[in-house]
């Protein structure tokens, strides 16, 4: 499996690889970012709150090498400062009502690292946890927590706009 750069500012629908486990064991899968409403006439949601709420279900994985974050006018590329790759915690949803099967990612409150810009990240789990996430063999509470300082490798990204290319 190949991990990639997750951008927060992605589209909703984007399609990416998730892992999760099926009817036959642990599958991966590529599905839509971005969940529907629970109240009609709202805006599907792309990152959930994990904060004091159970997932007895649906869990899944979503594999990343680093993710790129915007503060202010300046965008911002984190990876593991030990340069492994890992995954976010998610969840998904079958598909219902027009509505295709998808996932979004849980949030957390921001490490030491990332503080500095947001005060809010996307739960990361180490690659040695993703069984203890995908098997309920771990507490939520006890998993969905910031990682210690110094974890994330944080660098300024190029702006899209100056990653303009020439054709000659």
């Given amino acids: 499996m190949k991990a990639t750069k997750f951008d927060t500012d992605a589209a909703l629908d984007e399609r990416r690889i998730i892992v999760r486990y099926g009817e036959e064991g642990v599958e991966m899968v590529e599905l ?8 009609p006439g709202n805006q599907p949601f792309m990152l959930a709150r ?3 709420r159970r997932f007895a279900s649906h869990r899944c994985l979503v594999p990343a090498s680093e993710f790129l974050i915007g503060h202010h006018d300046q965008r911002h590329r984190i ?4 340069g492994d790759w890992f995954y976010f915690a998610g969840i998904w949803r079958p598909a219902s009502e027009g509505w295709p099967e998808a996932y ?7 490490n030491a690292d990332v503080a500095r810009y947001r005060d809010r ?8 946890q993703r069984m203890d996430w995908l098997d ?7 998993l969905l927590q910031p990682l210690p300082i110094g974890a994330f490798r944080i660098e300024r990204a190029i702006p899209r706009q100056a990653q ?3 054709v000659l």
Wanted: net charge negative; proline share 8%; hydrophobic share 40%.
């Fill in 32 to 39: 839509p970012w971005g969940l529907r409403p629970k109240e």
């Fill in 50 to 52: 994990a904060e004091g």
């Fill in 79 to 82: 990876s593991l400062a030990d």
């Fill in 104 to 110: 979004a990612i849980l949030t957390i409150e921001a």
């Fill in 121 to 128: 990240q996307m739960a990361v789990l180490r690659r040695r």
């Fill in 136 to 142: 309920f063999s771990c507490p939520e509470h006890e």
């Fill in 164 to 166: 303009t290319v020439l």
